[in-house]
């Protein structure tokens, strides 16, 4: 873990009044949820975004798609929570407002501790209707673990009978407007805003924070691997979120 001028960054948060949190799957690496983008292990490094993560793959293949998200929530449902969004759900409580903002599909942060988490790109658990839009209930509790590659059948909405598609955002889809609009209005009023566990390469998630750097805000990165903005940042922290940030929390604002 590399950490420099962390005496500084101690003092910026503590002064801090409101920090935003950008997350993506990096920060859900160490409960075991693939990332998407790291070399071997990435999932777009063994299946194309194209195939599977567009509303044109949907239409030409339903059941191969609805089957791999399923295969990714079940992974998602047997994750538990780990050390970085326990600190995160912690400096909600300790900094005096905090916005968490995450690009992640699962649910392990709310189960981290966190409330009010803006997904920018959905959620796993919460598909919709094509038709009407309507949440479709899943079924809690299953035994079901879907096996990577098994094709299943999209169920049916109980009201229109349309069918049922991942709650996920897909490439060339617009984010959820409240959400977006949530994340942006945070970052323009932030003074420390923190990218964590994401390449920053998918728009306009990453467009947050360089309107962060533009609003004046001190922008902290924590990823274990080097990304293009490792130079622009304010802070670089190196190293996985699960070690870098409970230390951080705890220097900040140690326990009484
Ligand atoms: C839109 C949900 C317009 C579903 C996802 C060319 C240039 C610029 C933009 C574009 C372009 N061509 C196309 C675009 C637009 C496109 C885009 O940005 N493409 C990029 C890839 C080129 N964006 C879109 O299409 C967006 N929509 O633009 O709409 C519009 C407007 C109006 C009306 C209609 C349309 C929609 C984007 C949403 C895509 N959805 N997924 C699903 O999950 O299947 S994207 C996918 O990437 C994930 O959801 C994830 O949320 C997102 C970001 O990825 P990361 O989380 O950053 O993951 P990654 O693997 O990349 O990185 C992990 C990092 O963690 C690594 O750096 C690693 O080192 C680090 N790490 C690993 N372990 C640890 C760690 N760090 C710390 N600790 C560890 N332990
Ligand atoms: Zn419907």
Redesign the pocket.
Known sequence: MVIQNPGSLVDRLRLAKHVVVLT????S??SGIP????KQT?IWEQFSAEE??TPEAYQRDPSMVWGW?EW?RSIALRAQPNA?HRAIAEMACKAPRMTLVT???DDLHERGGSREVVHL??RLTQPVCELCRSLFPLREGTNDQPQLGRRIEPPRCHSCGGRIRPG????????PESEWTRAQTATCTCDVFFC???????????SLTRSAMNMGAVTVQ????S?ALDSKVSFNLRG???VVLPALVKDVWPAI
Not at 168 to 175: D, T
């Open positions: 993506g799957v990096g920060v690496a160490e990332t998407f983008r790291d990435g599977l993560a998200y990714r970085a690009q992640n599909v790109h959905g996920v955002v897909w490439f060339g889809e617009a984010l964590i566990g994401t390449s920053s390469v998918v728009y306009p998630a990453a924590i990823n274990n691997t990304t996985p979120a699960g």
